[in-house]
């Protein structure tokens, strides 16, 4: 079973973008949110009913996707991924009633279960940047998104009550609001960690 990385944030603040970068070194097999590609991510943008239908979708590909990148020859890379699902977005949502308590103890339930046949990511990198730079790029971006720039305090603070639980030498933060276009600075900063560890 090989390594996993998983990469977190707020939505905007460059998980899919630090990813690729490192997947260009050649070390990593990746897996993304796939916006574009779920089923009910534009409908539960149009419409809140479809918002248990979305996360679970993406709860559910999730697991396939580290239970994937487990089995891969190198070490696996994701955006985001199952925690951040959870302790992020459904309690975000149910936050902003767009699940019921019913619809957020179903997810509560499947992550509790899929977390305890799969083990957690051998390295969290959190990233944070600063609202302004966070604003800017969800502006710029094309993707479907739920969460916007207003939820970023509240869904980083979801966050930071999850890590608590994480053991210390798991996580990595970066702050990100002064990076380049191809991040390279927490590319050599993870590449460097990866290193040390492996």
Request: with cysteine; aromatic share 8%.
């Amino acid at each position: 079973m090989n390594k996993l990385i998983s990469v977190i944030g707020s939505s905007g603040v460059g998980k899919t973008t630090l990813v690729q970068s490192l997947a260009k070194t050649g070390q990593f097999t990746t897996a993304l949110e796939q916006h574009a590609e779920r089923p009910f991510q534009l409908q539960a943008k149009q419409n809140h009913q479809y918002t248990f239908a979305n996360q679970m979708d993406y709860l559910i590909l999730r697991a396939e996707q580290e239970t994937k990148l487990r089995d891969s020859s190198k070490i696996g890379l994701m955006d985001g991924g199952l925690d951040l699902d959870f302790h992020g977005f459904t309690r975000l949502f149910l936050s902003r009633n767009l699940l019921n308590q019913n619809e957020y103890d179903l997810c509560r339930r499947f992550y509790l279960l899929t977390r305890g046949l799969l083990p957690s990511p051998e390295l969290i990198v959190r990233l944070k940047a600063d609202e302004e730079t966070v604003t800017d790029r969800l502006s710029r971006r094309r993707r479907i998104n739920i969460a916007s720039a207003d939820d970023t305090s509240l869904l980083n603070s979801y966050v930071d009550e999850w890590l608590v639980s994480v053991p210390f030498d798991h996580i990595l933060q970066l702050n990100v609001s002064h990076e380049t276009q191809k991040y390279e600075q927490s590319v050599n900063t993870i590449l460097k960690w990866i290193n040390i560890q492996y």
